[in-house]
Protein backbone atom coordinates (compact mmCIF):
# COMPACT_ATOMS: atom_id res chain seq x y z
CA UNK A 1 0.00 0.00 0.00
CA UNK A 2 2.72 2.30 0.58
CA UNK A 3 4.29 4.39 -2.35
CA UNK A 4 7.66 4.32 -3.37
CA UNK A 5 8.20 7.63 -4.71
CA UNK A 6 6.25 10.12 -6.71
CA UNK A 7 4.34 9.94 -10.61
CA UNK A 8 7.18 9.96 -12.93
CA UNK A 9 6.12 12.24 -15.82
CA UNK A 10 4.49 10.54 -19.23
CA UNK A 11 6.75 9.72 -22.11
CA UNK A 12 6.69 10.14 -25.82
CA UNK A 13 3.06 11.63 -25.64
CA UNK A 14 1.64 14.97 -26.32
CA UNK A 15 -1.12 17.27 -26.12
CA UNK A 16 -4.32 15.92 -24.21
CA UNK A 17 -3.42 12.36 -24.20
CA UNK A 18 -0.09 13.47 -22.57
CA UNK A 19 -1.77 16.08 -20.33
CA UNK A 20 -4.20 12.96 -19.04
CA UNK A 21 -1.36 10.44 -18.92
CA UNK A 22 0.94 12.38 -17.40
CA UNK A 23 -1.57 12.84 -14.36
CA UNK A 24 -3.67 15.75 -14.91
CA UNK A 25 -5.38 13.88 -12.57
CA UNK A 26 -3.02 15.87 -10.21
CA UNK A 27 -5.45 17.59 -7.96
CA UNK A 28 -5.92 21.50 -7.02
CA UNK A 29 -8.51 22.51 -4.39
CA UNK A 30 -7.99 23.81 -1.73
CA UNK A 31 -37.33 -4.71 6.83
CA UNK A 32 -35.84 -8.29 5.98
CA UNK A 33 -33.70 -9.28 3.16
CA UNK A 34 -36.80 -10.73 1.30
CA UNK A 35 -38.36 -7.13 0.84
CA UNK A 36 -36.33 -6.58 -1.70
CA UNK A 37 -34.96 -2.85 -1.22
CA UNK A 38 -33.00 -2.99 -4.52
CA UNK A 39 -35.21 -3.78 -7.03
CA UNK A 40 -36.14 -3.63 -10.29
CA UNK A 41 -37.30 -0.57 -11.87
CA UNK A 42 -35.55 2.76 -11.84
CA UNK A 43 -37.95 4.81 -10.89
CA UNK A 44 -38.90 7.18 -7.67
CA UNK A 45 -40.67 9.75 -6.48
CA UNK A 46 -40.37 13.39 -8.09
CA UNK A 47 -38.70 16.32 -6.20
CA UNK A 48 -40.23 17.97 -3.35
CA UNK A 49 -41.54 21.60 -4.68
CA UNK A 50 -39.42 24.64 -2.98
CA UNK A 51 -35.61 24.90 -3.06
CA UNK A 52 -35.11 23.58 0.79
CA UNK A 53 -34.34 20.20 1.77
CA UNK A 54 -37.91 18.61 1.81
CA UNK A 55 -39.82 15.27 1.98
CA UNK A 56 -41.81 13.48 -0.56
CA UNK A 57 -43.09 9.52 -0.58
CA UNK A 58 -44.29 7.81 -3.51
CA UNK A 59 -43.89 4.43 -5.64
CA UNK A 60 -41.29 4.42 -8.87
CA UNK A 61 -42.89 3.34 -12.15
CA UNK A 62 -39.24 3.92 -14.36
CA UNK A 63 -38.12 1.30 -16.75
CA UNK A 64 -35.85 -1.57 -15.92
CA UNK A 65 -31.83 -0.45 -16.60
CA UNK A 66 -28.91 -2.31 -17.48
CA UNK A 67 -25.61 -2.54 -17.45
CA UNK A 68 -24.36 0.33 -20.60
CA UNK A 69 -24.02 -1.78 -23.84
CA UNK A 70 -21.52 0.98 -24.46
CA UNK A 71 -18.71 0.21 -22.17
CA UNK A 72 -18.38 -3.21 -22.38
CA UNK A 73 -17.82 -5.67 -25.04
CA UNK A 74 -21.05 -8.12 -25.82
CA UNK A 75 -19.16 -10.86 -24.72
CA UNK A 76 -18.57 -9.46 -21.47
CA UNK A 77 -22.47 -8.78 -20.92
CA UNK A 78 -23.60 -12.34 -22.09
CA UNK A 79 -21.25 -14.27 -19.59
CA UNK A 80 -23.13 -16.79 -18.10
CA UNK A 81 -21.48 -16.27 -14.89
CA UNK A 82 -23.28 -12.79 -14.38
CA UNK A 83 -26.71 -13.34 -16.51
CA UNK A 84 -29.53 -12.32 -13.62
CA UNK A 85 -26.98 -10.86 -10.79
CA UNK A 86 -27.27 -7.11 -11.89
CA UNK A 87 -28.46 -5.12 -9.23
CA UNK A 88 -31.34 -2.38 -9.85
CA UNK A 89 -32.57 0.65 -8.65
CA UNK A 90 -35.44 1.38 -6.14
CA UNK A 91 -39.21 1.04 -7.37
CA UNK A 92 -40.28 2.17 -4.15
CA UNK A 93 -38.80 5.34 -2.51
CA UNK A 94 -40.17 6.16 0.63
CA UNK A 95 -38.42 10.14 0.82
CA UNK A 96 -36.95 12.39 -1.35
CA UNK A 97 -34.55 14.99 -0.34
CA UNK A 98 -33.84 18.07 -2.47
CA UNK A 99 -30.56 19.81 -2.71
CA UNK A 100 -30.45 23.04 -1.12
CA UNK A 101 -26.68 23.69 -2.22
CA UNK A 102 -25.23 23.67 -5.34
CA UNK A 103 -21.91 22.87 -6.65
CA UNK A 104 -19.00 25.52 -8.00
CA UNK A 105 -17.52 25.75 -11.69
CA UNK A 106 -15.24 23.17 -10.62
CA UNK A 107 -17.74 21.10 -9.28
CA UNK A 108 -16.50 21.25 -5.90
CA UNK A 109 -18.52 23.07 -2.79
CA UNK A 110 -16.70 26.57 -1.94
CA UNK A 111 -15.31 26.45 0.98
CA UNK A 112 -17.61 29.10 2.40
CA UNK A 113 -20.20 26.78 2.82
CA UNK A 114 -18.38 24.97 6.01
CA UNK A 115 -15.67 27.37 6.27
CA UNK A 116 -17.46 27.74 9.49
CA UNK A 117 -17.23 24.58 11.83
CA UNK A 118 -20.81 25.06 12.95
CA UNK A 119 -21.85 24.92 9.16
CA UNK A 120 -20.09 21.25 8.60
CA UNK A 121 -22.94 19.31 7.76
CA UNK A 122 -26.02 20.96 7.40
CA UNK A 123 -27.71 17.99 5.77
CA UNK A 124 -27.08 14.82 8.38
CA UNK A 125 -29.94 15.24 10.11
CA UNK A 126 -32.55 15.09 7.33
CA UNK A 127 -30.90 12.54 5.93
CA UNK A 128 -30.50 10.29 9.06
CA UNK A 129 -34.15 11.27 9.73
CA UNK A 130 -35.38 10.24 6.37
CA UNK A 131 -33.30 6.59 6.86
CA UNK A 132 -34.77 6.19 10.08
CA UNK A 133 -38.71 6.65 8.89
CA UNK A 134 -38.09 4.46 6.02
CA UNK A 135 -39.99 1.51 5.65
CA UNK A 136 -37.91 -1.85 5.25
CA UNK A 137 -37.21 -2.44 1.56
CA UNK A 138 -37.48 1.05 0.42
CA UNK A 139 -35.57 3.30 -0.40
CA UNK A 140 -34.29 7.57 0.38
CA UNK A 141 -33.46 9.00 -2.66
CA UNK A 142 -30.99 13.05 -2.85
CA UNK A 143 -32.37 14.92 -5.60
CA UNK A 144 -31.90 18.17 -7.43
CA UNK A 145 -33.78 21.10 -6.11
CA UNK A 146 -35.91 23.13 -7.82
CA UNK A 147 -34.05 26.05 -8.39
CA UNK A 148 -31.19 23.43 -9.74
CA UNK A 149 -29.27 22.65 -6.20
CA UNK A 150 -27.06 20.24 -6.77
CA UNK A 151 -25.03 19.54 -3.63
CA UNK A 152 -25.52 17.59 -0.48
CA UNK A 153 -23.29 17.93 2.40
CA UNK A 154 -23.16 15.57 5.41
CA UNK A 155 -21.51 14.26 8.42
CA UNK A 156 -21.35 10.24 9.30
CA UNK A 157 -24.62 8.87 8.61
CA UNK A 158 -26.19 5.22 9.24
CA UNK A 159 -27.58 3.42 6.75
CA UNK A 160 -30.51 1.25 8.01
CA UNK A 161 -30.13 -2.71 6.95
CA UNK A 162 -32.91 -2.64 4.78
CA UNK A 163 -33.16 1.16 3.56
CA UNK A 164 -31.09 2.19 0.28
CA UNK A 165 -29.47 5.42 -0.40
CA UNK A 166 -30.47 6.47 -3.32
CA UNK A 167 -27.99 9.77 -5.31
CA UNK A 168 -29.47 10.42 -8.46
CA UNK A 169 -28.09 11.68 -11.58
CA UNK A 170 -26.64 15.42 -11.47
CA UNK A 171 -26.27 15.31 -7.09
CA UNK A 172 -23.33 15.12 -5.17
CA UNK A 173 -23.19 14.25 -1.81
CA UNK A 174 -20.05 15.85 -0.37
CA UNK A 175 -18.36 14.84 2.95
CA UNK A 176 -17.80 17.26 5.92
CA UNK A 177 -14.31 18.08 6.50
CA UNK A 178 -14.38 18.62 9.92
CA UNK A 179 -12.55 15.67 12.14
CA UNK A 180 -14.46 16.03 14.97
CA UNK A 181 -17.55 15.16 12.82
CA UNK A 182 -16.62 11.60 12.78
CA UNK A 183 -14.55 11.38 15.94
CA UNK A 184 -15.43 8.04 17.58
CA UNK A 185 -15.20 8.55 21.47
CA UNK A 186 -12.30 7.37 23.70
CA UNK A 187 -10.65 6.15 20.63
CA UNK A 188 -7.76 8.41 19.05
CA UNK A 189 -8.14 12.13 17.46
CA UNK A 190 -9.71 11.79 13.69
CA UNK A 191 -7.55 14.15 11.53
CA UNK A 192 -3.97 13.16 12.83
CA UNK A 193 -1.73 10.72 13.14
CA UNK A 194 -1.69 7.71 15.98
CA UNK A 195 -0.46 4.35 16.97
CA UNK A 196 -3.43 3.27 15.28
CA UNK A 197 -6.22 4.29 12.86
CA UNK A 198 -9.12 3.88 15.11
CA UNK A 199 -10.31 7.29 15.14
CA UNK A 200 -12.58 8.16 12.82
CA UNK A 201 -16.65 6.86 11.53
CA UNK A 202 -16.92 5.97 7.65
CA UNK A 203 -19.12 8.84 5.91
CA UNK A 204 -21.84 5.69 5.48
CA UNK A 205 -21.94 3.02 7.73
CA UNK A 206 -24.21 -0.01 7.19
CA UNK A 207 -25.21 -3.43 8.78
CA UNK A 208 -26.89 -5.03 5.75
CA UNK A 209 -29.87 -6.69 5.54
CA UNK A 210 -30.96 -6.66 1.84
CA UNK A 211 -30.14 -2.55 0.72
CA UNK A 212 -27.05 -0.67 -0.69
CA UNK A 213 -25.64 2.39 -2.05
CA UNK A 214 -27.05 3.01 -5.78
CA UNK A 215 -27.52 6.02 -8.43
CA UNK A 216 -25.74 7.67 -11.22
CA UNK A 217 -24.84 10.40 -8.89
CA UNK A 218 -21.72 11.36 -6.95
CA UNK A 219 -20.13 10.78 -2.94
CA UNK A 220 -16.92 12.42 -2.73
CA UNK A 221 -15.28 12.19 0.75
CA UNK A 222 -13.13 15.90 -0.08
CA UNK A 223 -9.83 14.27 0.56
CA UNK A 224 -7.70 17.27 -0.99
CA UNK A 225 -9.73 19.82 1.01
CA UNK A 226 -9.06 21.65 3.71
CA UNK A 227 -9.41 20.28 7.60
CA UNK A 228 -11.72 22.69 9.77
CA UNK A 229 -11.60 21.51 13.31
CA UNK A 230 -8.43 20.20 15.06
CA UNK A 231 -4.52 19.93 15.52
CA UNK A 232 -4.59 20.54 11.64
CA UNK A 233 -7.51 23.21 11.50
CA UNK A 234 -6.59 25.36 8.58
CA UNK A 235 -3.41 23.98 7.91
CA UNK A 236 -3.10 20.16 6.64
CA UNK A 237 -5.96 18.36 4.38
CA UNK A 238 -6.99 15.12 4.81
CA UNK A 239 -4.25 13.51 2.08
CA UNK A 240 -1.65 15.55 3.54
CA UNK A 241 -2.42 13.51 7.13
CA UNK A 242 -1.62 10.40 5.05
CA UNK A 243 1.47 12.05 3.80
CA UNK A 244 2.32 12.48 7.31
CA UNK A 245 2.34 8.76 7.75
CA UNK A 246 5.26 8.63 4.92
CA UNK A 247 7.48 11.32 7.27
CA UNK A 248 6.72 10.45 10.84
CA UNK A 249 7.95 7.05 12.70
CA UNK A 250 5.20 4.41 13.74
CA UNK A 251 2.13 6.94 12.57
CA UNK A 252 -0.98 5.81 11.38
CA UNK A 253 -3.80 7.76 9.76
CA UNK A 254 -6.77 8.47 11.36
CA UNK A 255 -8.88 9.24 8.12
CA UNK A 256 -12.71 8.71 7.58
CA UNK A 257 -13.49 5.80 5.38
CA UNK A 258 -16.43 6.50 2.65
CA UNK A 259 -18.28 3.00 3.34
CA UNK A 260 -18.32 1.25 5.81
CA UNK A 261 -20.08 -1.79 5.42
CA UNK A 262 -20.30 -4.48 9.22
CA UNK A 263 -21.73 -7.82 9.19
CA UNK A 264 -25.53 -9.03 7.48
CA UNK A 265 -25.70 -9.65 4.33
CA UNK A 266 -26.98 -8.75 0.39
CA UNK A 267 -25.31 -5.13 0.24
CA UNK A 268 -25.30 -4.03 -3.14
CA UNK A 269 -23.09 -0.67 -4.55
CA UNK A 270 -24.77 0.14 -8.30
CA UNK A 271 -23.83 2.53 -10.55
CA UNK A 272 -22.42 4.89 -8.23
CA UNK A 273 -19.80 7.44 -8.54
CA UNK A 274 -17.12 7.03 -5.73
CA UNK A 275 -14.40 9.72 -5.61
CA UNK A 276 -11.63 11.59 -3.68
CA UNK A 277 -12.19 9.58 -0.23
CA UNK A 278 -9.45 10.90 2.77
CA UNK A 279 -8.74 6.80 3.05
CA UNK A 280 -10.57 3.60 1.60
CA UNK A 281 -13.17 4.00 -0.08
CA UNK A 282 -15.49 1.17 0.17
CA UNK A 283 -14.40 -1.66 3.36
CA UNK A 284 -16.63 -5.13 3.69
CA UNK A 285 -16.24 -7.07 7.46
CA UNK A 286 -17.91 -10.54 7.57
CA UNK A 287 -21.00 -9.98 5.13
CA UNK A 288 -22.31 -12.73 3.10
CA UNK A 289 -23.57 -11.54 -0.27
CA UNK A 290 -22.05 -8.17 -1.87
CA UNK A 291 -22.53 -7.18 -4.94
CA UNK A 292 -20.38 -4.28 -6.95
CA UNK A 293 -21.66 -3.58 -10.54
CA UNK A 294 -21.33 -0.59 -12.89
CA UNK A 295 -19.45 1.53 -10.61
CA UNK A 296 -16.64 4.24 -10.89
CA UNK A 297 -13.91 5.16 -8.17
CA UNK A 298 -12.01 7.89 -9.23
CA UNK A 299 -9.30 9.48 -6.92
CA UNK A 300 -8.23 12.13 -7.54
CA UNK A 301 -10.55 12.97 -9.42
CA UNK A 302 -10.11 15.93 -12.24
CA UNK A 303 -12.53 18.44 -10.61
CA UNK A 304 -9.28 18.69 -8.05
CA UNK A 305 -6.83 19.43 -11.34
CA UNK A 306 -4.69 22.46 -12.64
CA UNK A 307 -3.89 22.47 -16.62
CA UNK A 308 -0.62 21.25 -16.54
CA UNK A 309 1.42 18.66 -16.99
CA UNK A 310 2.46 18.28 -13.39
CA UNK A 311 2.16 19.51 -9.69
CA UNK A 312 4.16 23.07 -9.26
CA UNK A 313 7.01 22.42 -6.80
CA UNK A 314 5.92 22.47 -2.78
CA UNK A 315 1.58 22.18 -4.23
CA UNK A 316 2.08 18.25 -3.34
CA UNK A 317 1.98 16.62 0.07
CA UNK A 318 5.03 15.63 1.37
CA UNK A 319 5.96 12.10 0.82
CA UNK A 320 10.14 12.04 2.49
CA UNK A 321 12.11 13.83 4.55
CA UNK A 322 10.58 16.29 7.02
CA UNK A 323 6.87 16.45 7.92
CA UNK A 324 4.67 18.99 6.88
CA UNK A 325 2.26 20.10 9.38
CA UNK A 326 1.25 23.80 8.52
CA UNK A 327 0.61 24.05 5.19
CA UNK A 328 -2.53 22.58 2.86
CA UNK A 329 -1.43 20.71 -0.26
CA UNK A 330 -3.32 22.15 -3.41
CA UNK A 331 -2.34 19.41 -6.38
CA UNK A 332 -2.24 15.72 -6.06
CA UNK A 333 -1.75 12.91 -7.97
CA UNK A 334 -2.54 9.04 -7.30
CA UNK A 335 1.38 8.92 -6.07
CA UNK A 336 0.79 11.10 -3.51
CA UNK A 337 -2.28 9.86 -1.87
CA UNK A 338 -2.33 6.97 0.36
CA UNK A 339 -4.53 4.43 1.50
CA UNK A 340 -6.91 5.02 -0.83
CA UNK A 341 -8.06 1.40 -2.13
CA UNK A 342 -11.26 1.27 -3.99
CA UNK A 343 -13.41 -1.79 -3.32
CA UNK A 344 -11.51 -3.84 -0.05
CA UNK A 345 -13.85 -7.07 0.69
CA UNK A 346 -13.12 -8.44 4.00
CA UNK A 347 -13.83 -11.41 5.94
CA UNK A 348 -16.52 -11.53 3.31
CA UNK A 349 -18.80 -14.46 1.31
CA UNK A 350 -20.22 -14.78 -2.08
CA UNK A 351 -18.86 -11.70 -3.28
CA UNK A 352 -19.55 -10.78 -7.02
CA UNK A 353 -17.51 -7.06 -8.11
CA UNK A 354 -18.14 -7.19 -12.11
CA UNK A 355 -18.30 -3.80 -14.40
CA UNK A 356 -16.57 -1.63 -12.64
CA UNK A 357 -14.33 1.41 -13.34
CA UNK A 358 -11.53 2.11 -10.84
CA UNK A 359 -8.47 5.10 -10.58
CA UNK A 360 -7.63 5.66 -6.83
CA UNK A 361 -4.04 5.63 -6.67
CA UNK A 362 -4.02 2.44 -4.53
CA UNK A 363 -5.08 -1.26 -4.63
CA UNK A 364 -7.89 -1.17 -6.90
CA UNK A 365 -9.41 -4.21 -5.11
CA UNK A 366 -8.20 -6.13 -2.40
CA UNK A 367 -9.26 -8.94 -0.76
CA UNK A 368 -8.54 -8.98 3.52
CA UNK A 369 -9.59 -11.84 5.41
CA UNK A 370 -8.58 -10.76 9.12
CA UNK A 371 -9.86 -12.08 12.78
CA UNK A 372 -13.17 -13.44 10.82
CA UNK A 373 -15.98 -14.97 12.65
CA UNK A 374 -17.56 -16.07 9.98
CA UNK A 375 -15.00 -18.20 8.68
CA UNK A 376 -12.31 -18.13 5.69
CA UNK A 377 -12.90 -15.45 2.85
CA UNK A 378 -15.13 -17.30 0.24
CA UNK A 379 -16.83 -17.66 -3.44
CA UNK A 380 -15.64 -14.21 -4.79
CA UNK A 381 -16.19 -13.18 -8.62
CA UNK A 382 -14.07 -10.61 -9.38
CA UNK A 383 -15.26 -10.15 -13.22
CA UNK A 384 -15.34 -7.83 -16.09
CA UNK A 385 -13.26 -4.55 -14.63
CA UNK A 386 -10.95 -1.88 -15.64
CA UNK A 387 -8.25 -0.49 -13.31
CA UNK A 388 -6.34 2.72 -14.53
CA UNK A 389 -4.00 4.21 -12.00
CA UNK A 390 -4.10 1.86 -8.81
CA UNK A 391 -1.53 -1.10 -7.13
CA UNK A 392 -3.26 -3.63 -8.71
CA UNK A 393 -5.60 -6.45 -8.06
CA UNK A 394 -4.20 -7.76 -4.38
CA UNK A 395 -4.91 -10.71 -1.83
CA UNK A 396 -4.09 -9.59 1.17
CA UNK A 397 -2.32 -8.26 3.09
CA UNK A 398 -4.30 -9.79 5.93
CA UNK A 399 -4.68 -13.58 4.95
CA UNK A 400 -4.68 -14.86 8.51
CA UNK A 401 -8.71 -16.49 8.49
CA UNK A 402 -8.38 -17.98 4.75
CA UNK A 403 -9.10 -17.51 1.45
CA UNK A 404 -10.40 -20.37 -0.76
CA UNK A 405 -12.23 -19.94 -3.89
CA UNK A 406 -11.58 -16.33 -6.15
CA UNK A 407 -11.65 -15.93 -9.32
CA UNK A 408 -10.56 -12.90 -11.13
CA UNK A 409 -11.28 -12.65 -14.91
CA UNK A 410 -11.28 -10.21 -17.36
CA UNK A 411 -9.45 -7.68 -15.80
CA UNK A 412 -7.61 -5.14 -17.84
CA UNK A 413 -4.56 -2.95 -15.84
CA UNK A 414 -2.87 -0.17 -16.87
CA UNK A 415 -0.23 1.29 -14.22
CA UNK A 416 0.52 4.16 -16.03
CA UNK A 417 4.02 4.04 -15.01
CA UNK A 418 2.99 5.02 -11.60
CA UNK A 419 5.44 3.80 -8.74
CA UNK A 420 4.58 0.56 -6.50
CA UNK A 421 2.20 -0.50 -9.10
CA UNK A 422 1.46 -4.04 -9.60
CA UNK A 423 -1.39 -6.31 -11.78
CA UNK A 424 -2.16 -9.57 -9.67
CA UNK A 425 -0.40 -10.13 -6.55
CA UNK A 426 -0.68 -12.30 -3.04
CA UNK A 427 0.88 -10.14 -0.47
CA UNK A 428 1.00 -11.47 2.93
CA UNK A 429 3.60 -11.89 6.26
CA UNK A 430 4.08 -13.65 9.38
CA UNK A 431 2.19 -11.22 11.52
CA UNK A 432 -1.16 -11.74 9.25
CA UNK A 433 -0.55 -14.76 6.79
CA UNK A 434 -2.91 -17.76 6.48
CA UNK A 435 -3.76 -20.17 3.81
CA UNK A 436 -4.63 -19.41 0.57
CA UNK A 437 -6.09 -21.57 -2.07
CA UNK A 438 -8.14 -22.03 -4.96
CA UNK A 439 -7.22 -19.04 -7.04
CA UNK A 440 -8.09 -18.95 -10.62
CA UNK A 441 -7.15 -15.62 -12.37
CA UNK A 442 -7.88 -16.05 -15.97
CA UNK A 443 -7.89 -13.43 -18.80
CA UNK A 444 -5.91 -10.31 -17.76
CA UNK A 445 -4.51 -7.52 -19.69
CA UNK A 446 -1.60 -5.24 -18.48
CA UNK A 447 0.44 -2.80 -19.22
CA UNK A 448 3.17 -0.13 -17.39
CA UNK A 449 3.30 -2.01 -14.27
CA UNK A 450 6.29 -2.37 -12.33
CA UNK A 451 5.67 -6.08 -10.58
CA UNK A 452 2.76 -7.53 -13.34
CA UNK A 453 2.56 -10.94 -10.94
CA UNK A 454 3.66 -11.19 -7.32
CA UNK A 455 2.64 -13.92 -4.76
CA UNK A 456 5.10 -13.07 -1.92
CA UNK A 457 4.83 -14.03 1.74
CA UNK A 458 7.45 -11.45 3.13
CA UNK A 459 5.37 -7.95 2.32
CA UNK A 460 7.12 -4.98 2.98
CA UNK A 461 10.05 -7.15 3.53
CA UNK A 462 8.65 -8.55 6.52
CA UNK A 463 9.42 -11.50 8.17
CA UNK A 464 9.94 -13.27 11.49
CA UNK A 465 7.21 -11.59 13.26
CA UNK A 466 6.00 -13.12 17.05
CA UNK A 467 2.58 -13.33 16.32
CA UNK A 468 3.80 -16.36 13.54
CA UNK A 469 0.89 -16.54 11.25
CA UNK A 470 2.36 -18.73 8.84
CA UNK A 471 1.64 -17.57 5.34
CA UNK A 472 0.78 -20.55 3.32
CA UNK A 473 -0.22 -19.86 -0.88
CA UNK A 474 -0.77 -22.63 -3.12
CA UNK A 475 -3.13 -23.70 -5.78
CA UNK A 476 -2.99 -20.82 -8.04
CA UNK A 477 -3.58 -20.57 -11.90
CA UNK A 478 -2.79 -17.92 -13.95
CA UNK A 479 -4.01 -18.13 -17.18
CA UNK A 480 -4.02 -16.03 -20.50
CA UNK A 481 -2.08 -13.53 -18.93
CA UNK A 482 -0.71 -10.47 -21.31
CA UNK A 483 1.71 -8.39 -20.78
CA UNK A 484 2.11 -5.49 -23.06
CA UNK A 485 5.39 -3.16 -24.01
CA UNK A 486 4.57 0.67 -24.35
CA UNK A 487 6.90 2.35 -26.37
CA UNK A 488 8.60 5.20 -23.69
CA UNK A 489 7.54 2.97 -20.22
CA UNK A 490 9.59 2.73 -17.72
CA UNK A 491 8.10 -0.78 -17.39
CA UNK A 492 8.94 -2.94 -20.18
CA UNK A 493 11.48 -5.25 -20.80
CA UNK A 494 13.50 -6.55 -17.08
CA UNK A 495 12.11 -3.65 -15.87
CA UNK A 496 8.78 -5.55 -15.45
CA UNK A 497 9.74 -7.70 -12.97
CA UNK A 498 8.34 -10.78 -10.98
CA UNK A 499 8.15 -11.97 -7.42
CA UNK A 500 7.47 -15.56 -6.47
CA UNK A 501 8.13 -17.14 -3.57
CA UNK A 502 7.42 -19.50 -0.29
CA UNK A 503 7.88 -18.97 3.19
CA UNK A 504 10.79 -19.97 4.86
CA UNK A 505 11.26 -18.85 8.31
CA UNK A 506 11.10 -19.77 12.35
CA UNK A 507 11.68 -23.42 11.53
CA UNK A 508 8.53 -23.64 8.84
CA UNK A 509 8.55 -24.35 5.34
CA UNK A 510 5.66 -23.45 2.84
CA UNK A 511 6.01 -23.61 -0.21
CA UNK A 512 4.81 -21.82 -2.96
CA UNK A 513 2.80 -25.08 -4.91
CA UNK A 514 0.34 -26.03 -6.97
CA UNK A 515 1.19 -22.70 -9.18
CA UNK A 516 0.06 -22.87 -13.36
CA UNK A 517 0.97 -20.96 -15.77
CA UNK A 518 -0.98 -21.45 -18.53
CA UNK A 519 -0.79 -18.77 -21.92
CA UNK A 520 1.46 -15.77 -20.36
CA UNK A 521 2.46 -14.03 -22.58
CA UNK A 522 4.92 -10.95 -21.82
CA UNK A 523 6.15 -8.83 -25.26
CA UNK A 524 9.40 -9.00 -23.91
CA UNK A 525 11.39 -10.83 -20.81
CA UNK A 526 10.58 -9.47 -17.35
CA UNK A 527 13.23 -9.78 -14.90
CA UNK A 528 13.06 -10.75 -10.90
CA UNK A 529 12.18 -8.66 -8.24
CA UNK A 530 14.26 -7.17 -5.82
CA UNK A 531 14.03 -6.94 -2.11
CA UNK A 532 15.86 -6.42 1.41
CA UNK A 533 15.50 -9.61 2.74
CA UNK A 534 18.26 -12.80 2.28
CA UNK A 535 15.00 -14.53 1.28
CA UNK A 536 15.31 -15.23 -2.49
CA UNK A 537 13.91 -14.55 -5.62
CA UNK A 538 12.63 -16.95 -6.29
CA UNK A 539 12.52 -19.85 -3.44
CA UNK A 540 10.63 -22.39 -2.16
CA UNK A 541 8.09 -22.61 -5.11
CA UNK A 542 6.89 -25.58 -6.78
CA UNK A 543 6.02 -23.83 -10.36
CA UNK A 544 3.95 -25.62 -13.49
CA UNK A 545 3.76 -24.35 -17.48
CA UNK A 546 1.51 -25.47 -19.55
CA UNK A 547 -0.36 -26.42 -21.21
CA UNK A 548 -0.37 -23.36 -22.99
CA UNK A 549 2.89 -20.80 -24.06
CA UNK A 550 4.81 -19.11 -20.81
CA UNK A 551 7.13 -16.65 -22.72
CA UNK A 552 8.97 -16.31 -19.62
CA UNK A 553 10.06 -19.91 -19.38
CA UNK A 554 13.93 -19.64 -19.89
CA UNK A 555 13.64 -16.98 -16.70
CA UNK A 556 12.16 -20.00 -14.54
CA UNK A 557 13.79 -22.53 -15.58
CA UNK A 558 17.18 -21.22 -15.02
CA UNK A 559 16.49 -21.67 -11.55
CA UNK A 560 15.27 -25.00 -11.53
CA UNK A 561 16.67 -26.69 -8.32
CA UNK A 562 18.14 -23.27 -6.78
CA UNK A 563 17.05 -22.37 -3.56
CA UNK A 564 14.40 -25.22 -3.60
CA UNK A 565 12.44 -24.32 -6.88
CA UNK A 566 11.00 -26.93 -8.94
CA UNK A 567 9.83 -26.09 -12.04
CA UNK A 568 7.40 -29.10 -13.77
CA UNK A 569 7.33 -28.35 -17.80
CA UNK A 570 3.61 -29.37 -19.53
CA UNK A 571 3.90 -26.94 -22.39
CA UNK A 572 2.08 -28.71 -25.19
CA UNK A 573 -0.54 -26.58 -26.10
CA UNK A 574 0.35 -23.34 -28.67
CA UNK A 575 -2.83 -21.08 -28.41
CA UNK A 576 -2.34 -17.84 -29.53
CA UNK A 577 -1.56 -15.09 -27.03
CA UNK A 578 -4.60 -13.34 -24.68
CA UNK A 579 -6.70 -10.69 -27.46
CA UNK A 580 -5.88 -7.25 -25.58
CA UNK A 581 -6.51 -5.29 -29.17
CA UNK A 582 -10.00 -3.89 -27.22
CA UNK A 583 -8.99 -4.10 -23.97
CA UNK A 584 -7.43 -0.35 -22.90
CA UNK A 585 -10.52 1.82 -22.89
CA UNK A 586 -10.94 5.32 -21.57
CA UNK A 587 -12.24 5.96 -18.26
CA UNK A 588 -16.10 6.75 -18.61
CA UNK A 589 -16.14 10.54 -17.12
CA UNK A 590 -15.26 13.56 -18.19
CA UNK A 591 -13.59 14.10 -15.38
CA UNK A 592 -11.22 11.65 -15.66
CA UNK A 593 -7.85 10.18 -17.19
CA UNK A 594 -7.60 8.51 -20.84
CA UNK A 595 -5.56 5.42 -22.01
CA UNK A 596 -2.79 6.14 -24.35
CA UNK A 597 -3.81 3.60 -27.40
Not at 543 to 562: I, R
Request: net charge negative; with cysteine.
Amino acid sequence: MNHSRAMRPARACVGLICLAVSLALAGCGGGDSSSGSIASSSGGAGTSPGTGTGTSTGTGTGTSTTTSNTLWPATALSDPAVQGKEPSLPTTVCATLSASLTKNSKGLLDASVDAPPANSQPDTANIQAAINGCPAGQAVKLVKGSQGQNAFLSGPITLAGSVTLWVDAGVTLFASRKPSDYQISGKNNCGETASSDNGCNALITTTPNGNGVVGDGVIDGRGGEVLTSGLYANKLTWWDIGALTKTMSNASQNNPRLIQVNGGSNFSLYRITLQNAPKFHVVTSGVSGVTAWGTKVLTPSLEYSVAGYQCAANTMPVVSGSPNTTTPSTCFTPATVKNTDGIDPGQSQNVLIAFNHISNGDDGIAIKSHASTTGPVSNVQILHNRFYFTHGMSLGSETDSGMNGITVRDLTIDGFDMGATSGFRIKTDDSRGGEVKNVTVDGVCARRLQQPIVMDPYYGDASGSAKALYPNLHDITVRNFRYLDVAGSIYDGANAALLLRGYQSQSQFNYLYNVVFDNVVFDSLPGWATTKLTNPVPSYAELTMGSGPVSFASLLLAGQDLNHVHIFDNRTATPAPYDCSSAFVDFPAVNAPMSMH
